[in-house]
């Protein structure tokens, strides 16, 4: 708990954790309901359709008391399924759901022809350059010095 309480020892722009960890922190001090309250503004469920048995249920449960209503919540599932609709009504308040329709034969393709990404190759001399036109152009949102924390057991704190 040291090593966590010293990676929380500001309100982090992200936080990376199970539900039990969450809990845990909570109830020990180490994450204040307050900040909680202050500056949660997302929070994604991934695996959403295997949360539960995992065995997450209850500390999920008991989570929502900290999630302010402000907080837009994402659930991420590969299959739709009855605890993803628990989810979906414990946490989502106006839902919109996104169903990625495969393709063609997408079994094969890392990334389904319906998704686009990009990226640029680069130098890592002009790696700077690129970011400064990137922002400029604003293609993307200009927030730097983002704050973390992961909490993962497997993970270490650095």
Request: aromatic share 8%; hydrophobic share 40%.
């Amino acid at each position: 708990m040291a090593s966590t309480a010293t990676a929380l020892s500001g309100p982090p722009y992200i936080f990376v954790s199970t539900p039990a960890c969450v809990q845990r922190c909570l109830s020990s001090g180490v994450l204040q309901a307050k900040s909680v309250d202050d500056y949660l503004s997302i929070i994604i469920l991934d695996k959403a359709d295997l949360i539960f048995t995992y065995g997450y249920e209850k500390n999920l449960k008991d989570l929502k008391t900290h999630i302010p209503k402000r907080c837009q919540c994402l659930l991420m599932a590969a299959t739709s399924s009855d605890d993803v609709e628990s989810l979906k009504k414990l946490y989502l308040h106006n839902p919109y759901i996104l169903t990625l329709a495969e393709v063609g034969d997408g079994k094969d393709e890392i990334v389904p022809k319906n998704v686009q990404q990009f990226w640029i190759q680069c130098s890592y001399r002009d790696k700077l350059l690129y970011i400064l036109a990137i922002l400029k152009l604003d293609l993307v949102q200009k927030k730097f010095g983002i704050k973390s924390a992961v909490l993962n057991a497997e993970l270490p704190v650095n």
